[in-house]
């Protein structure tokens, strides 16, 4: 795998290399050199401020003016100046953010799972705290870099669990189901709040919808003292969380909680106005805006391109049904609804529409369930809730009569063979035309974007699948001040694809009106804490497993629109947030296992799951049989995930937090002085036995074990003087 | 080649399609995994969104993946 060093991880190894060397003769270069170390190491440590930048440059140029001449004083300034003019944003980035993306400066590893997050959550300072019950505190953080914590917490598509270590043990932290818990008791208990606003600058912003992409970029630019402006074309904020997710899935009322914490924040929303429509570009460049954001989404949609398809009122597609019925509409698309398409999009379709009554609802799908593209935990619950699926089947054309639908008339298909992109295309077979007995259809077969009310914006690049073109790292387009995100740049993508987006909008809006040049490479996530570790003794973090996320009944789901998924008890919750193993203090480098095995030869630690590619075994419990706590493991360890303590008369080991061995603690019999465990003591006294002689059966300390060799070497008494 | 949500892929080489951008050039060779394929049609053409081991999530077109087990 590609790997490049730190660049302050690089200049701190360097300098040190420089001060060993002892090539800086000047005691007062050495001296500078020191300190300059000092603060470097303290940028690497995550302990640097902003000043620590100012200092390190003042004192550059003052040892140039002190030493300029100096042969040694030139290498010096080069390693530490150079590396600082080539790569300043580095060193900014680690103080800012306190996390190394490459995971160079051990203290600054990022988790999998921070780093995984489109919007970068701190994912294991929120998990701790829900497990230390500090709910409101939990969200807090979440919405420092994302804005809708209970939003997310119910329909994010969470590549977060994806990348948890922990699945590489048995299954991947709750993380979602944890946040949605945090969520729902914050703002039951009036714990949810907005941050601290900054005060109000001259710029004004322009974003042009309302989901979650422009809804995040609002929330960032108004907290950071913009003032900003949101024109929707629907009667209230949320887009496509309001209008493209089922209530079953996201119930409106979170949606309007979390959107009206925004416009508590004094955001302008402007909503039943449609760009192109309602208003247009040209209209609101004249209000003298700084900066607009595009995020309009993908609501528009493919057509089946099937005769009868545009002739009949019963033929719709399924972003207008799950809009309308999102709107209030409640009738009944029909008594049996034929479904076409096998995403996601399909399944909701299918899902709400055997809510409204409809008898007998069939996903017509051309292949099989095996490459069927909507998620299994979605395909499972269709099932459950009793939709129907009709595998291996093209929808050909749709019949009716008196502008009434009466049947789709399809026909089944076969896989042939893979073609060039690896999939096995649904050949139709000849003669296996049929009816299906049906009176409504709704397609479901791809979204796309509505380009009007952006065209007069000619400079405005566009790709070949119809997107905005934009530079990825900072969102801008190739019109000047204009910038975009979420689905109208991505094609329909995920929500926290689209505030990560937002969120990036609005930091590359800030620079943009500041004049400050924009980053070249995707933002760092930032570590917000750095928690101390929940204690969980081995046995209990092996025996914890993921709770199951209790169901609404089949019976009530099939007819209503309650929430499906109940929620985690507090009970469940708290326990789930034990099972996190701290992957922001442990970053799994194996210097632990290494050292127990090769140098101690103990082999103690079981720790399989360390490993990306190729994970083995892991268990926690295996080291309180073997370890006899000696503390190699823990002195070598370069983050202080692995700590070894002396409580009362136990010795503890723990990996960040989860106690994998502790034991009795014996003292010397003569002073009184901690001598460490008795398995410890077995271990060093069998290693050294045949070099070092042993005082009887006692247990001493060295210095009383000195004291006692000595006195034995007292009482011997000297040979005879022959005569 | 269809992808599913928590395969292992790798990023096996650049890609032609207009969305690669510069950056992404430090992520060949990088191993991920799946978390958002096309979940509408299973569509060739489509970006896919692929979480990086320790180099975040993006969205990649599919030539330049290859799929590491099932």
Not at chain 1, 51 to 63: D, G, P, Q, R
Not at chain 1, 143 to 157: A, Q, S, Y
Not at chain 1, 379 to 392: D, K, M, V
Request: hydrophobic share 35%; net charge negative; proline share 6%.
């Amino acid at each position: 795998m590609t790997h490049s060093t730190c660049k302050v991880f690089e200049t701190v190894n360097n300098l040190t290399y420089l001060i060993d060397s002892g090539r800086l003769i000047r005691p007062r270069l050495q001296q500078r050199a020191k300190d300059l170390l000092k603060l470097l190491k303290d940028i690497s440590l995550g302990t640097g401020g902003p000043a620590h930048l100012s200092v390190i440059f003042k004192s550059l140029a003052e040892i140039q003016i002190e030493h300029g001449s100096d042969e040694t004083c030139m290498a010096f300034i080069q390693i530490v100046g150079g590396a600082l003019d080539a790569h300043k944003e580095v060193f900014v980035s680690h103080i800012e953010t306190h996390n190394c993306p490459t995971g160079d400066c051990a203290k600054l590893a990022p988790a999998p799972c921070q780093t995984s997050c489109p919007a970068g959550i701190d994912v294991p300072g929120y998990i701790t705290l829900i497990g230390q019950g500090r709910d409101a505190e939990a969200i807090e953080l979440i919405r420092k870099d994302n804005p809708f914590p209970w939003v997310c917490g119910l329909v994010c598509t969470h590549p977060c669990e994806f990348m948890c270590v922990r699945a590489r043990i048995d299954t991947p932290i709750a993380i979602r189901d944890l946040k949605a818990f945090a969520a729902e008791r914050a703002m039951s208990e009036g714990g949810y709040k907005n941050l601290d606003k900054d005060p109000d600058n001259e710029n004004k912003v322009c974003i042009i919808g309302a989901g979650p992409a422009g809804l995040t970029a609002a929330y960032y630019l108004v907290l950071n003292g913009y003032k900003v402006t949101v024109i929707e074309a629907l009667p209230y904020g949320g887009g496509m969380l309001m209008v493209g997710i089922p209530r079953y899935r996201l119930p409106r009322e979170v949606i309007d909680r979390e959107v009206a914490m925004i416009e508590e924040l004094g955001v302008d929303f402007r909503y039943n106005t449609r760009l192109g429509v309602d208003v247009t570009l040209e209209q609101l460049k004249k209000e003298e805006f700084d900066a607009f954001f595009i995020a309009i989404g993908a609501h528009s949609f493919f057509k089946m391109g099937i005769p009868g398809e545009e002739d009949f009122p019963q033929v719709i597609d399924a972003i207008t049904f799950l809009r309308r019925i999102a709107m209030g509409d409640r009738h009944m698309p029909g008594k049996r609804a034929a479904i076409i398409g096998g995403g996601n999009v399909a399944i909701d379709a299918a899902r709400t529409a055997l809510r409204l009554g409809s008898e007998e609802v069939t996903i017509v799908y051309r292949r099989t369930r095996v490459e069927m593209p909507a998620s299994e935990e979605e395909i499972y619950q269709a099932e459950e809730e009793g939709i129907n699926f009709s595998f291996l089947t093209i929808p050909i054309e749709v019949h009716g009569s008196d502008g009434m639908v009466n049947g789709l008339r399809c026909t089944r298909t076969e896989l042939g063979p893979e073609d060039e992109s690896g999939r096995r295309r649904p050949i139709p077979v000849k003669g296996s035309d049929y009816m299906m007995d049906i009176d409504t259809v709704i397609s479901a077969i791809g979204q796309e974007i509505d380009p009007i009310g952006l065209i007069p914006l000619d400079d405005l690049q566009w790709s070949r699948r119809k997107t905005i073109v934009v530079h990825g790292p900072n969102m801008e387009t190739t019109s000047p001040g204009v910038f975009a995100g979420g689905d109208v740049v991505l094609g329909p993508a995920t929500v926290v694809e689209a505030i990560g987006a937002g969120k990036k909008a609005a930091d590359a809006i800030d620079r943009y009106c500041r004049g400050i040049p924009q980053p070249t490479l995707p933002p760092v996530p930032v570590r917000r804490q750095r928690l101390d570790c929940q204690e969980v003794p081995a046995p209990t973090k092996m025996a914890l497993h993921r709770p199951e996320m209790p169901l609404l009944g089949t019976e009530r789901r099939r007819i209503t629109f309650q929430q499906v998924e109940l929620g985690y008890t507090e009970n469940m919750a708290r326990e789930e947030a034990r099972r996190c193993l701290r992957c922001d203090i442990c970053i799994r480098c194996g210097t632990c296992v290494e050292i127990c095995r090769d140098k101690m030869k103990i082999n103690a630690l079981q720790l399989g799951y360390f490993d990306f590619d190729h994970p083995v075994e892991t268990d926690f419990r295996v080291t309180a049989e073997k370890c006899i706590l000696c503390g190699a493991c823990a002195t070598n360890c370069p983050t202080g995930a692995m700590k070894m303590e002396d409580r009362g008369d136990e010795r503890v080991l723990m990996l960040s937090g989860t106690i994998l061995n502790r034991l009795k603690l014996e003292y010397c019999q003569l002073c009184g002085a901690v001598l460490g465990p008795a398995r410890y003591h077995d271990y060093i006294t069998k290693r050294i036995d045949d070099i070092s002689q042993r005082i009887g059966d006692k247990r001493l300390c060295v210095e009383c074990a000195r004291k006692a060799l000595a006195q034995q070497h007292a009482e011997i008494a000297p040979p005879a003087v022959r005569e | 080649m269809i992808l599913r949500r928590g395969q292992k892929v790798e990023i096996y080489k650049k890609s032609k399609d207009e969305s690669w951008e510069d950056y992404m050039d430090n992520f060949v060779g990088l191993h991920g995994v799946v978390t958002d394929p096309d979940t509408t049609k299973n569509d060739p053409d489509a970006l896919i969104e692929v979480s990086l081991h320790g180099k975040g999530t993006h969205r990649f077109p599919q030539d330049c993946l290859r799929v590491l087990e099932e």
